[in-house]
């Protein structure tokens, strides 16, 4: 097969992963065209990808979720007022945040926990049992700030993982101005995926199994390579990785790790594309929903707490709408209303793509009301194409 | 000479009974598998073909009735235990998991695990992939790679995969529930070739078909149920339309063997 043909059976077979990495580079270059650059600069995208930082860790949660065919409209509220509990430790409590942190991440378990007793043990449809979810968190939320207000959060360690950033190594003379160790790190990155890849394929080879062919190969390393330096280049313009980049990247890796390489990831995956036939061979459905659930309260705790450190601050409004971000994130990303299918690193790229929507729009000073039009069409635009693409692959 | 322990049934079911509410499904079952040997197991609509098999597989506990494996009573509660005792069970609509690749599903449920870090196991990818790919060679199962997504593959190689699954992990009997019924011609075909090359490496196999002719050319021996009764129990033998007639009368109630016994038990 020559390299344009198998090129284009790759388009065609992947188009779903693609698609989605086509979407935002689109959307990406409309805004830098119609902002004048301002979306592309290092200040804007190191914002973008910190306001992207509460959706993204929701959205990796909900691809799960809707992996094994359930929807969790509870999330955002849930996250809100987890937030608001956060301050609450923290400013009346005088809980130390090495205590807060933890103590929340826990909440936010023993919360899905709750989702999934209602869902798994009394078979309460997910749709229904997270409304409730979403009504009694929000009660919640204001019951708990009604006296105070919005709770303004004086401790900067925990509003550091909001706002602040990694520190740099001292300045050694050459490249003023730019965020050394950003630099460093995107390098390492690049360094271990190109090792991994030619190790893997190395062994791909000795086993006689399927590979790439060699220019496509090099094409992804230089793809993917060049990708990671830019970005890398791009944030260490401004003030480098922030460490809302960071908590998101170990959840992405983490949670990728999980999905991909361990046998609770293959369960969660064959629980969503056919529960009967897991049920069949041994594969405990209800514990599975389990861990879903219960991984999708703790993300959304954090997501809480990211958001709560960004704004410095807990709100009686926190969380709202965050669910559909996150569902829409999800859709964007290629994880299909089915079930079983999706990626959380599609799930990543899907949250980029609805926070620059909101970001680019708000540069472009959009009426609020035309923006959740424009968001509410991207999403329907995802559905289509997933349902388009899947009866095209039968 | 044999050795003694084939002369022990793999399978011996005795007097096996089930009720469903006031439906009598099963009433007094006694079925025996030897070593690699083929059971056709045939009936009308509701003979209690399936049930039986649910029984034995671990799906339904009879309300009565014994089960050996290998001469050595059984306790089967649910297919998991089954599965681990060794009876594969291909169901009907095939219970693959359309999402994931042809060796997920081979190995669902028993993956091969590489490093254990608590209650994560880290999967042997590698490892499963070849060993699926030389069961697939083995079994002269043509499916181009052991990657491709089930939903990508035909009817017949979808069946071909269930019961190559049934057989990964030694299973002292494989039980296959109409493995025909949604298939075309060419797929029925490779399918009973497959049935014949698991015979011929040494499996036991108990078949459902309500196709007669898949029995009579694959089975050794065939039992006919009518009514939650057991009606006739014979070797296959003679030619196929005289077979088929034969079938038809136990299968309508004009022939029954065992009439005698359960008057007078
Ligand atoms: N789960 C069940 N609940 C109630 N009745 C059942 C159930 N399974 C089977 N039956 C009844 O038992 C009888 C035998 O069914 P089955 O074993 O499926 O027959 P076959 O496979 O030979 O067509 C039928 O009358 C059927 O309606
Ligand atoms: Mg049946």
Request: aromatic residues 8%; positive net charge; glycine residues 10%.
């Amino acid at each position: 097969m020559s390299f344009i043909n198998y090129a284009q059976k790759m388009v065609r077979e992947n188009i779903r992963e693609y698609g989605m990495f086509i979407a935002l580079f689109i959307i990406m270059m409309v805004f830098a065209i119609t902002t004048n650059g301002l979306f592309i600069s290092s200040r804007n995208l190191v914002n973008l990808v910190n306001q992207t930082g509460y959706i993204a860790v929701l959205a990796v949660g909900m691809t799960l979720v809707i992996v094994i065919r359930h929807i969790d409209l509870s999330v955002g509220f849930l996250a809100g007022f987890l937030g608001a509990v956060a301050a609450i430790a923290m400013v009346s409590w005088h809980l130390p945040v090495y205590v807060v942190i933890p103590m929340i991440l826990i909440l936010g378990i023993v919360a899905g926990l709750f989702t999934s007793f209602l869902v798994a043990q009394l078979g309460i449809p997910a749709f229904v049992a997270t409304l409730a979810g979403w009504l009694g968190y929000r009660g919640a939320l204001q019951l708990i700030t009604i006296s105070t207000g919005t709770i303004i959060i004086p401790n900067e360690t925990f509003n550091a993982i909001g706002n602040g950033f990694i520190p740099d190594i001292p300045d050694i003379g050459i490249l003023p101005g730019v965020h050394k160790l950003t630099l460093i790190l995107g390098l390492l990155a690049i360094t271990l995926f190109i090792t991994n890849e030619l190790i893997t394929r190395r062994r791909m080879q000795k086993h006689n199994f399927e590979i790439l062919p060699a220019g496509i190969f090099t094409l992804k390393l230089v793809f993917v390579s060049a990708l990671i330096g830019g970005i890398a280049w791009i944030l260490a313009g401004y003030q480098g990785l922030s460490w809302t980049a960071v908590v998101v990247l170990i959840v992405v890796i983490l949670y990728d790790f999980i999905t991909s390489k361990t046998v609770l990831g293959r369960h969660i995956y064959a629980v969503g594309g056919n529960p009967e036939a897991a049920e069949l061979s041994g594969i405990r459905v209800k514990k599975i929903t389990h861990v879903v659930f219960a991984s999708m309260g703790m993300l959304s705790a954090l997501s809480g707490i990211l958001f709560a450190a960004r704004l410095r601050s807990a709100t009686t409004v926190a969380g709202t709408l965050f669910e559909l971000d996150a569902i829409a994130a999800a859709f964007v990303g290629g994880v299909s209303a089915a079930g079983g299918v999706g990626k959380v690193m599609g799930s990543l790229i899907g949250a980029l793509v609805m926070t620059s929507l909101t970001s680019g729009m708000n540069l472009m000073g959009i009426d609020i009301s035309y923006q959740y039009i424009v968001r509410a069409g991207v999403l329907v635009a995802a559905v289509i194409f997933d349902v388009a693409t899947r009866s095209q692959g039968k | 000479m044999k050795p003694i322990e084939e002369a022990i049934p793999v399978v011996e079911m005795r007097n096996i009974k089930k009720n469903f509410g006031a439906v009598q499904a099963l009433r007094g079952i006694d079925l025996a598998l030897h070593h690699n040997e083929v059971l056709g197991l045939v009936g009308d609509n509701a003979a209690g073909k399936s049930t039986l098999m649910k029984v034995l597989s671990g799906a339904y506990i009879p309300d009565e009735g014994e089960i050996f494996l290998e001469g050595k009573k059984a306790h089967l509660s649910n297919p998991m235990d089954a599965r681990r005792q060794g009876i594969e069970m291909v169901y009907q609509d095939y219970a693959l998991a359309n999402n994931l690749d042809v060796a997920a599903n081979v190995f669902l449920g028993r993956e091969v695990v590489r490093i254990r870090l608590g209650p994560i196991g880290v999967m042997d990818h590698r490892h499963m992939e070849q060993e699926t790919k030389s069961l697939l060679n083995r079994l002269k199962i043509d499916i181009s790679s052991v990657r491709q997504k089930v939903e990508r593959l035909s009817g017949g190689q979808r069946q071909a995969v269930a019961i190559a699954r049934s057989t990964a992990f030694n299973a002292k009997v494989i039980i296959m529930d109409e493995p025909t019924a949604a298939l075309s011609v060419a797929a029925i075909d490779k399918v009973l070739d497959l049935v014949r090359e698991l015979k011929a490496q040494g499996s036991s196999i108990i078949i459902i078909s309500h196709r007669l002719e898949d029995i009579y050319q694959v089975s050794d021996r065939m039992i006919v149920l009518r009514q939650g009764r057991k009606v006739s129990d014979t070797p296959v033998e003679g030619d196929i339309h005289e077979f088929r007639e034969r079938v038809v009368a136990y299968m309508i109630g004009a022939r029954d063997d065992f009439r005698e016994k359960t008057v007078a038990g």
